[in-house]
């Protein structure tokens, strides 16, 4: 089942006589268009995040290694 996002359930909410016209349509698909954007950037943004940790987390242990020995 495909997760529901807020800009589809606030569409939802709007009364069908509200939602029909094209001016409310067009708002919506461009509500969604901005949302996966933003979706997609925290994506992004949460990828590079965990890349640097897990380098600084390989150089703590080459930190570990050289100061203390292996």
């Known amino acids: 089942m495909k997760e529901k996002t807020a800009v589809d359930w606030l569409f939802e ?9 094209k001016s409310a349509f067009d708002a919506y698909q461009q509500a ?3 949302e996966k954007e933003q979706i997609m950037k925290a994506y992004r943004i949460g990828k590079v995040e965990i890349k640097m ?7 703590g ?4 290694n050289e100061t203390f020995g292996k």
């Open 13 to 21: 909410q709007i009364p069908a006589e509200w939602s029909s016209s």
């Open 32 to 34: 969604k268009q901005m």
């Open 61 to 64: 242990e080459q930190y570990y």
């Open 53 to 59: 940790l897990s380098k600084a987390l390989n150089s």
